[in-house]
Nanobody, 119 residues
Framework: QVQFVESGGGLVQPGGSLRLSCAAS????????MGWYRQAPGKKRELVTS??????????DSAKGRFTRFTISRDNANNTIFLQMNSLKFEDTAVYFC??????????WGQGTQVTVSS
């Protein structure tokens, strides 16, 4: 079973930046389109952005225009994907997770990493 460990979250002021990491326990990045998801308090988990095995990046339809401040990348050799988040806003406060886009998460969810945007 694949496990994910997300890290890099924290407290940041509006306009600041963070870089999140997600390490997978197995080599799956060249097999699946991987996505970063987030869940804000009281809201459903939503897909933010994803990266395909060949490196094409996408944003969820509902996220287009909202998350161009975010950039997803990956390091296949280390089974890790990243999310660079710039110009953070209060509404970006959420727990961020990674998982496959297929099935909106084929594998067990990790604990996520908390991002809090506050002044």
């Amino acid at each position: 079973q694949v496990q994910f460990v997300e890290s890099g979250g924290g407290l940041v002021q509006p306009g600041g930046s963070l870089r999140l990491s997600c390490a997978a326990s197995k080599s799956i990045l060249d097999m699946y389109e991987m996505g970063w998801y987030r869940q804000a308090p009281g809201k459903k988990r939503e897909l933010v952005t994803s990266i395909t095995p060949v490196g094409t990046t996408n944003w969820a339809d509902s996220a287009k225009g909202r998350f161009t401040r975010f950039t997803i990348s990956r390091d296949n050799a280390n089974n890790t994907i990243f999310l660079q988040m710039n110009s953070l806003k209060f509404e970006d406060t959420a727990v961020y997770f990674c998982n496959t886009v297929q099935g909106r998460g084929l594998f067990p969810w990790g604990q996520g990493t908390q991002v809090t945007v506050s002044s």
